[in-house]
């Protein structure tokens, strides 16, 4: 089965088999090793390194709760986030289907299920369930979204709505639509909030605005960030937005490699700072460092991935 055929194959699944139907439905997912789960941009198979203990001791208390309140939508909401934090994105995208199904009014099982879709490569599908995630969060309250993977001080710094155009504007940002990247970012960004917020939105604009040609508009975005923001988890992206700035050398950067998201991140960054000011070659050699490294789901893998099948680059 084609992965970009999962949509319509998971609405008969579930037709057919009722799952997710009753309290025993946990009983159906795999209980084997978890095996492929993407296809790279070029043609590998992706496979997920093996989860660790604290990641499938949180699957199991997911697991539990879903099956004494089933029918709650943050249950399932924590069991699709549970099974993707194991490396099992198409279990997740399951989940999230699912609640699409029970909760058609929610947008956060859009969110989610957008986001593990981009995570799999399938950038279409991500843009049509973040488009109408976008559409049925109109009129809601901001709600701050619970850390799957709290941050040092415990403190989580997102919403459902900023993460709705975060993943929009990076799902058009894979597709290289750089206007409509821009315009969902923008909206991201708009919607104010922490110091991290501004940092990581930030620098996806500035990025865009650059390899627009826009280079006056991609400084303007850098003027309300500076050295001494209140920065909790988004070191790499505030570095970044320094270097942009040129209040600090590339030396400073913290590691650069393709091993974890962080350092995907700092390496992707830097190498469209070194293409858009005319080093390809340097460019072209971090991108390679990138998906030489393990961390095939972090967003700055995967733009590393498009960029270097981009035939027109």
């Not at 001791?57 to 004494?68: I, S, T």
């Not at 040092?152 to 993943?167: D, E, R």
């Not at 500035?206 to 400084?219: C, F, T």
Request: aromatic share 10%; hydrophobic share 40%.
């Amino acid at each position: 089965m084609k992965i970009t055929k999962l949509a319509l194959y998971l609405g008969l699944v579930f037709g057919q088999l009722g799952f997710f139907n009753n309290s025993l439905a946990l009983e159906l997912l795999p209980s084997s090793p978890i095996g492929i789960q993407a296809t790279s941009i070029d043609g590998k198979a992706l496979i997920p390194a093996k989860p660790n203990e604290v990641s499938l001791k949180n699957l199991e208390e997911a697991k539990n709760a879903y099956k004494k309140n089933p029918l709650n939508p943050d249950t399932l909401i924590w069991l699709g986030r549970r099974l993707a934090y194991t490396g099992n994105y198409l279990d997740a995208i399951d989940v999230f289907t699912e609640g699409i199904i029970q909760f058609p009014s929610d947008p956060r099982f859009l969110r989610h299920r957008g986001h593990r879709y981009i995570s799999i490569r399938e950038f279409d599908l991500a843009i049509a369930d973040l488009e109408k995630a976008s559409i049925l969060m109109r009129g809601l309250s901001v709600q701050i979204e619970p850390d799957g993977l709290p941050n040092i001080q415990n403190i989580p710094l997102t919403t459902t709505q900023g993460n709705i155009w975060y993943h929009l504007g990076l799902a058009y940002y894979l597709k290289q639509d750089w206007l409509s990247a821009l315009a969902a970012f923008r909206n991201g960004y708009n919607l104010g909030g922490n110091d991290d917020n501004l940092v990581s939105t930030g620098h996806w604009i500035y990025m865009i605005l650059r390899r627009m040609g826009d280079d006056l508009g991609a400084m303007d975005v850098l003027n309300n960030i500076h050295a001494d923001m209140n920065i909790i988890e988004n070191m790499s992206y505030h570095q970044l937005c320094l270097l942009y700035k040129n209040d600090i050398e590339i030396d400073d950067l913290m590691t650069i490699d393709g091993n974890n998201p962080s350092s995907a991140a700092v390496a992707y960054g830097l190498a469209n700072y070194f293409y858009y000011n005319g080093d390809k070659m340097k460019s072209d050699k971090l991108l390679l460092k990138i998906v030489a490294g393990s961390s095939w789901s972090a967003f700055g893998f995967i733009a590393a991935e498009v960029d270097l099948n981009n035939p027109k680059r």
